[in-house]
């Protein structure tokens, strides 16, 4: 089959599930609010949980770095912004070491693909992001996957025999459907069989734990890998791997993502410090998360959609079928609420989802405007 018939064949059979995914031209977007095909909306899909990517502090910091790092970090590209920004996220996570990445998809790639080699097993939860999944495929090592946040179903793929290393992997958050993992179990299970654990803290890091260290700090537990990204709560892009020296030092001898790589551009670096200094003085913009979150799930839970057991920003509702989730992201549309609907193979195939997102840039009239459109919408 030549690439085209191949490529032909499957977008018929995309489009033909309903599965079709369409980039929407956003004219401006201020978290709260956006505006697409001239007309204006309240926005429930943002990452920007604590609405930092417009903040002036954050904007002022991007002016004072270059626009790029015009070489590799291990070349010319790794300035001193770069090496404050590392050092600010390994002391205020209680970390030897920081290192920079790109993006989080990178980070958990280069993560897993430097580590896991022929004999070793990764154990991933099975809701665990593409990144992580994807990777873990890629390696020579066997991948198996545990039943989400089932620390039972970890603890028996733990007990089979394995001559090589043991990686688990797991989100302090979960992307599409907002609930924690119990991190202390699960560390303690890697611990007892001799593996080592990555946590992707991409939706918990800046909105919870004190000073939002995320996840992790919040439920008192060190990972031997922490990756946070800056795509979320931080409102800029990036990440970052939390680890000892030696995994430092070995990752930089080592990890071609990032040796074969230009390094994040210095302005991104100097805005991020910007960032993570609004974060750690945050606590008023995490009470008004925690306020709307709240005032969300009070008011949702008459409706016909099943909420999840979330306490997050992430309130999925789960409609089912594909067709179904676009139509009522339609209506919402309609009643003008920007919410998208997320559908496989995003997440598992008859859980189409309303991605409902919450953020502290959101009043309480937003929060009230969007139960009044899903009532109505349920008719
Ligand atoms: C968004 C996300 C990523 C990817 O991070 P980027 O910086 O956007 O590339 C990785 N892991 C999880 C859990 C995410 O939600």
Redesign the pocket.
């Known amino acids: 089959m030549s690439f085209s018939t191949r490529m032909a064949e499957a977008l018929e059979t995309r489009r033909a599930a309903d599965g079709w995914r369409q980039r929407r031209l956003i004219a401006r977007n201020d978290t709260r609010t956006l505006q697409a095909e001239g007309k204006r909306y309240l926005h429930f899909s943002s990452?920007d949980y604590l609405g930092l990517s417009r903040h002036p502090t954050v904007i002022a910091g991007w002016r004072q770095g270059a626009p790029g790092a015009g070489a590799s970090g291990h070349v010319t590209g790794y300035s001193e912004r770069h090496a404050e920004l590392e050092a600010q996220l390994a002391d205020w996570l209680g970390y030897s070491r920081a290192l920079l990445?790109?993006?989080?998809?990178?980070?958990?790639q280069a993560i897993v693909h430097l580590l896991a080699q022929k004999q070793d097993r990764i154990i991933a939860d099975k809701l665990?992001?593409?990144?992580?999944l994807d990777a873990a495929g890629h390696t020579p090592a066997a991948l198996r996957r545990f039943h989400h946040n089932d620390v039972e179903s970890l603890t028996q793929r733990l007990a089979s025999p394995c001559d090589g290393e043991t990686l688990v992997i797991t989100?302090?958050?979960?992307?599409m459907d907002g609930d924690s993992a119990p991190l202390e179990a699960i560390a303690a299970a890697s611990r007892r069989a001799g593996g080592w654990l990555l946590v992707?803290?991409?939706?918990g890091i800046g909105v919870v734990g004190e000073q939002g260290r995320g996840s992790c700090w919040q439920q008192g537990v060190k990972p031997e890998l922490l990756?946070v990204?800056?795509?979320?709560a931080f409102g800029v892009?990036?990440?970052a791997l939390l680890c000892d020296d030696a995994t430092a030092d070995y990752f930089l001898q080592f990890s071609r993502h990032l040796i074969y790589s230009t390094a994040m551009p210095p302005a991104q670096a100097s805005a991020l410090l910007a960032a993570l200094h609004e974060i750690q003085g945050g606590d008023a913009l995490r009470q008004r998360l925690r306020d709307n979150i709240q005032r969300f799930r009070r008011g949702a839970a008459g409706l016909p959609w099943a909420l999840m057991p979330s306490e997050s920003a992430i309130q999925p509702l789960i409609v089912g079928e594909n067709g179904a989730a676009l139509a009522l992201s339609q209506r919402l549309a309609q009643a003008g609420c920007w919410v998208s609907a997320i559908r496989p193979p995003t997440v598992p195939p008859g859980t189409a989802r309303l991605r409902i997102t919450l953020t502290a840039a959101h009043r309480a009239e937003d929060i009230d405007a969007l139960l009044e459109a899903l009532h109505d919408a349920a008719g």
């Open positions: 990452n990445f790109i993006s989080g998809f990178a980070a958990n665990a992001h593409a990144s992580l989100e302090g958050i979960f992307s992707d803290d991409a939706h990756v990204t800056f795509g979320k892009s990036g990440a």
